[in-house]
């Protein structure tokens, strides 16, 4: 289901929010090290380097809010599970009254070789489920995504099972250096601008 509100209009109480940052990813133990989560591991690290917690609850997802780079942003962890990611996210561009070109959703990519990043100004889901949830929700495909390479699976692997499944020894340490330029690409962003940051690290 589609909501229909506006995403543009009187501020609220929330307080100010200038860019919304999503990660997705499922949440609970069980899929903490996941490369399905990939997105939240990018936004823990952003709010780890920049001493912001996620220690708020509302609209179904963890927040972490704060400055960085000079601009008041709110971190955000969907905890509705992977494909229903647009719940949390619509509801909370709508509280905070976020310009959907301030909305920067993260998120792993079966399509990109591993630790390869992709930044995009908008666009359709490339069939991730928990993107194509917050297209949904928010009612436009006009938000930027940097995406993150998982790489597919070898043999008869699902994409399904793989993205389900822990990174190897040998991918972790590619994805550690992904993580940590992920995290520059975003800080760019609030600094210089999405287009510059999209120069610089596609």
């Known amino acids: 289901m589609r909501l229909s509100f506006p995403l543009f209009g009187r501020p609220r109480p929330g307080g100010t929010v200038e860019w919304m940052i999503v990660g997705l990813g499922n949440p609970g133990t069980r899929y903490t090290h996941n ?5 939240f591991h990018i936004v823990d690290r952003l709010a780890k380097e920049a001493s912001l917690h996620f ?5 179904h997802a963890l927040l972490a809010r704060g400055t960085i780079e000079g601009v008041r942003v709110a971190l955000v962890k969907p905890q509705t599970y992977m494909n229903l990611s647009g719940k949390a996210v619509g509801a909370l561009v ?3 009254n976020v310009p959907i070109d301030h909305l920067l959703v993260v998120c792993d990519d079966l399509d990109l070789p591993l630790g390869r990043l992709r930044l995009r100004l908008k666009g359709g ?7 194509s949830s917050v297209i949904e ?3 436009s495909q006009e938000f930027p995504r940097l995406r993150i390479g998982i790489g597919r699976p070898n043999g008869t692997m699902s994409p399904e099972a793989y993205v389900l499944q822990d990174f190897d020894t040998v991918q972790q340490p590619i994805m550690e250096q992904a993580y940590a ?3 520059e690409a975003i800080r760019t962003t609030l600094r210089e601008g999405f287009q510059v940051a999209m120069n610089r690290f596609n």
């Open 181 to 183: 330029r992920a995290v």
């Open 125 to 131: 889901s490339g069939g991730h489920r928990g993107l």
């Open 55 to 59: 220690d708020e609850r509302q609209s």
């Open 35 to 39: 490369r399905h989560n990939a997105g």
């Open 137 to 139: 929700y928010v009612g």
């Open 94 to 96: 709508r509280f905070y």
